[in-house]
């Protein structure tokens, strides 16, 4: 009787998890501000920052769930435009160090190439891969552009469930090391006060 109750339990979770992948999961993509210190004169430099999805694939998704085969299943999609989310992130982060964010002086433009997560199964767990990539321009107050940049993210977590949160989780790992990167060339920092 246990071994039934047992095999009836293991098939119910199985199904269970199968009905999850199978509907598309919408989810935010959370993003946590740095700790970083103030720059000094910061304040007096005004910038704006405008965001682009310049993305020739998976431009609909940031990621897709998998069933326990590997098989790829329902889409995961993010609840604001990818442009949308790494512009906030970039402003933040600016807002952070002191900056005047708003609409006027040196403009920053991140185009956005890659921001997706894969999923892939294991014996005991599964992985959660996040790539993310944006060419990031400074346009100074002159109109020239004065700084271009390609940065990177990536990102790699153990997860259970190849689900929206965890694609997210990873996707923010990733964004914040490609922001990173970027607010710690000091060409870019240069760029702004031109």
């Known amino acids: 009787m246990s071994s039934r109750y047992l095999a009836g339990a293991a098939l119910a979770a199985a199904l269970a998890v199968s009905a999850c992948a199978t509907s598309e999961d919408i989810v935010p993509v959370p993003y946590t501000v740095s700790q970083a210190a103030r720059v000094p004169g910061a304040e007096s430099i005004n910038v704006s920052v405008a965001g682009a999805d310049a993305r020739t694939e998976n431009r609909a998704r940031i990621g897709v769930q998998i069933n326990g085969y590997g098989m790829d299943m329902a889409a995961i999609r993010a609840t604001e435009e990818v442009s949308d989310i790494v512009r906030n992130a970039i ?47 400074v346009t100074g107050r002159s109109g020239a552009e004065v700084y271009s940049r390609r940065v990177t993210g990536s990102a790699e977590r153990t997860v259970q469930i190849a689900n929206g949160g965890n694609a997210a989780t990873t996707l923010s790992q990733a964004l914040s090391q490609a922001v990173g990167t970027l607010m710690a060339d000091p060409a870019f920092t240069a760029a702004l006060a031109r």
């Open 91 to 137: 402003a933040a982060e600016l807002s952070q160090r002191g900056y005047s964010v708003g609409d006027s002086g040196a403009r920053v433009n991140a185009s956005v190439e890659t921001f997706f997560n894969d999923f892939s199964t294991g014996m005991w767990a599964g992985k959660s891969t996040a790539n993310v990539a944006m060419t990031v321009t």
